[in-house]
């Protein structure tokens, strides 16, 4: 059997299971806006809703702040960004230790992009030098649950993708239990790089980074940054509708839609979605993959009765 036949055929027939990732607001209108999306979304019963830290380390309270108030006033699973820029070892493992004693135990550890105005990455002095170093750091601090990421079009400052495969396997073998992938638009990309992970003896969740396209050009920007590829069918599809959001919106949700309804007949039944704080998209996409409000939660189990938006007890919490 092939290394993509045995992938799916492990995975086949499991229930799908989300996750949601969302960035901390820069004022009040945005905020709003994350609470929005945050209401809409919960009752889907995602597995977490992750948080990002921003690029440079710049939005460190806003995190954590966005974090708290989803920990204490809804009864989700948060999951913080955590990355190695612009701190020490004592500093970082400090908010580690400040979110475990609050409830939290589930951590996305990231190695984080430069300084805006850098040209590379510099680890800080007397800092984690990358994701592996820190996954390491946070299984000193606790038993958390922690997410790392990967990338089925090799990070952009690899030197080569065994390289990059080797840095993956590092994290997870360090203690992380999950990868989350960089988006991408072409399956056949992520497929090729799931069967090198079987290949190299990965075991952990392989969790496919979703995108919706609000706005194709903030897409192509965004695919740019971080080396993701924007197929040529993908450029043609959305040619010539800078004028006309409805229509792009459409665009967008078929394109969406064929792309994780493949995924899923490839064996992939978990799934993470890159909202951007917008979430139509997302919300249909979920439909469409049959995760609907009410369902029993990603993980399995009893049927949940509670509001998904209702105060939990900070002083617990599962890893979802």
Not at 12 to 31: I, L, N, T, Y
Request: aromatic residues 8%.
């Amino acid at each position: 059997m092939s290394t993509r036949a045995a992938a799916a055929a492990q995975t086949q027939g499991g229930a799908v299971r989300v996750s949601f990732e969302f960035f901390p607001p820069g004022d009040e209108k945005m905020e709003r806006s994350l609470w929005q999306a945050i209401r809409r979304l919960a009752p889907l019963q995602p597995r977490f809703v992750s948080v990002t830290y921003g690029a440079d380390g710049s939005t460190r309270d806003r995190t954590h702040q966005a974090v708290m108030r989803v920990l204490h006033e809804t009864a989700l699973t948060p999951a913080p960004h955590l990355t190695c820029v612009g701190a020490t070892r004592e500093h970082v493992l400090g908010i580690a230790q400040d979110y475990w004693r609050a409830g939290i135990r589930h951590i996305v550890s990231l190695r984080g992009d430069p300084p805006q105005g850098s040209a590379r990455y510099r680890p800080h002095p007397g800092g984690f030098d990358y994701a592996v170093d820190l996954v390491r750091g946070l299984r000193s601090v606790a038993e958390f649950e922690i997410s790392v990421a990967a990338y089925p079009e090799v990070h952009p400052e690899a030197p080569t993708a065994q390289f990059d495969l080797d840095n993956l396997k590092s994290k997870l073998d360090a203690g992380a239990e999950r990868a989350i992938t960089q988006f991408f638009f072409d399956n056949e990309v992520f497929l090729r790089f799931r069967d090198r992970c079987v290949a190299a003896g990965i075991s952990a969740s392989l969790v496919p980074g979703i995108l919706p396209i609000t706005r194709f050009p903030q897409v192509q920007r965004m695919a740019t940054r971080c080396g993701a590829s924007v197929p040529q069918w993908l450029c043609r599809r959305f040619d010539g509708l800078e004028d006309d959001p409805d229509t792009q919106r459409m665009i967008a949700a078929s394109v969406a839609i064929a792309q994780v309804e493949q995924l899923a007949r490839e064996g992939v039944t978990e799934f993470h979605f890159y909202t951007l704080n917008r979430v139509e998209l997302t919300y249909a996409i979920c439909h469409a993959l049959g995760v609907r409000a009410g369902d029993t939660p990603a993980g399995g189990g009893d049927t949940v009765t509670r509001d998904p938006m209702a105060r939990v007890n900070t002083g617990s919490g599962g890893a979802g």
